[in-house]
């Protein structure tokens, strides 16, 4: 079924710059037997003065959140099909449809290219970007220390996405295409939404907001 979806994904470029960015973030509770899922939707907001490092400000629009039993077994490289359906339950609670989604997990860089963003961008129909704190395949040389330097993260041949520093001097995130995307939009706006911290404001804080749930 991987396999099949994935060559559903996807590579366009963005019809519009995004005004409604969401995050979108799930973690595990009751010994792993509960999924919980946070989405979290932010407005960028037009600065009157340039910010420093070019740092975006946004302002909060939506919170929504979703739990259920896990219904999956545990399989690596299968965890969306434990984690979507929390996922889309949140973002149908919705009340503003976002441009695009930020997602705690991977996209395409997965063994058959369909990690939790790619999964969850097909059943949206919306650009969707994985932004993972870890990398699951793929090899990679380092990149510069400084905030905004990248370098691709490679499968064989393949580039299927990028390893991005996100703050100078800090292990960087692992970004690739969820869909309806292509890598330099997925990198560029992953930049965008990352003002102090290592993770880009939305999936910061849908992670705080589902860690909130699972205590």
Not at 5 to 17: H, M, T, Y
Not at 173 to 181: A, E, M, P, T
């Amino acid at each position: 079924m991987q396999t099949r979806l994935a060559g559903q994904v996807r590579f366009e470029r963005l019809e519009k710059e995004p005004e409604f960015v969401a995050g979108l973030d799930c973690a595990f509770g009751d010994g792993g037997k509960r999924v919980f899922a946070a989405v979290v939707v932010l407005r960028r907001v037009a600065a009157s003065t340039p910010k420093a490092l070019g740092m975006a400000s946004f302002e909060l629009i939506d919170v929504a959140d979703a739990s259920m039993d896990v219904t999956f077994p545990y399989v690596p490289g299968l965890l969306s099909f434990r984690e979507a359906p929390a996922c889309l339950a949140a973002v149908a609670k919705l009340e503003r449809e976002p441009d695009v989604f930020l997602v705690d997990g991977q996209g395409i860089a997965h063994p058959r290219r369909l990690g939790l963003a790619s999964h969850l961008g097909l059943f949206l129909d919306r650009p969707t970007i994985g932004c993972a704190k870890s990398r699951l395949i793929g090899t990679f040389d380092e990149p510069a220390a400084e905030k905004g330097s990248h370098s691709p993260l490679y499968d064989g041949d393949e580039v299927i996405g990028a390893v991005v520093r996100t703050r100078t001097k800090v292990k960087p995130l692992f970004i690739s295409v969820g869909h309806r995307c292509r890598l330099d939009d997925a990198i560029r706006l992953t930049l965008f939404c990352t003002t102090k911290y290592r993770l880009p404001e939305p999936t910061r804080l849908a992670h705080q907001t589902v860690s909130g749930l699972k205590r």
